[in-house]
């Protein structure tokens, strides 16, 4: 396999796949190169020809991720660390998605295509999480939530159960969310107050 990005985000994937799958990184893909290796392995700036050979998009920015996806015909993995809670109930994790340590996903909950449920995150009973979003570290959605398309939670935010937050939003670090938030909407503080559009 290999990975599609080689920054930060790209180290902790490269340890969830080691150290919890028994895929081969085989390289890591950057146009951009500052160095020849991210934990040994090695950076190219040329993508495999073998169009079926499996990846996963290590970009943190969920526009950048997004764009990549639509533009490369390979085959999508899931990474889920060991470490990692995921229940065996009903729950559906798209390809692409990668799952950091200590993340909880309770009953009955969708995770989208190409997300990141990242460090300590915890995605609660029946909540819908669309493609492309990020659920940044110790982020809590309570039960029953559901979030848009390309949306940041930011880090340490909480939202409340039934919330309805849109697509392409951003989520204020330490915010505490208690009422529907609408599409491209940036929100702040606790609780979450609108404070300008992100279209």
Partial sequence: MFLYGAGGHARVVIDIILS??????????????????????????????????EAIITVGNNKI??????S????????????????????????GTVVMANAVINPNSTIGKHCIINTAAIVEHDCKIEDFVHISPNAAL???????????????????????????????????????VPDFSVVVGSPAKFIKSNK
């Avoid at 895929?23 to 090695?42: A, Q, R, S, T, W």
């Avoid at 930011?154 to 039934?162: H, S």
């Fill in 72 to 95: 490369l015909l390979v085959n999508y993995i899931t990474a889920v660390h060991s470490k990692a809670v995921i229940s065996k109930l009903d729950v559906i994790i798209g390809k």
């Fill in 142 to 180: 309570a039960g029953n939530v559901s979030v848009g398309e390309g949306t940041q939670v930011g880090l340490g935010a909480n939202v409340i159960p039934g919330v309805k937050i849109g697509k392409w939003c951003v989520i204020g670090a330490g915010s505490t969310v208690i009422e529907d």
């Fill in 20 to 53: 919890s799958t028994n895929y081969k990184i085989d390289g890591v893909y950057d146009d951009f190169i500052l160095e020849k290796f991210i934990h040994n392995i090695p950076i190219v700036n040329v993508l495999p020809e073998e169009k079926k050979k």
């Fill in 65 to 70: 991720r997004k764009k990549i996806a639509q």
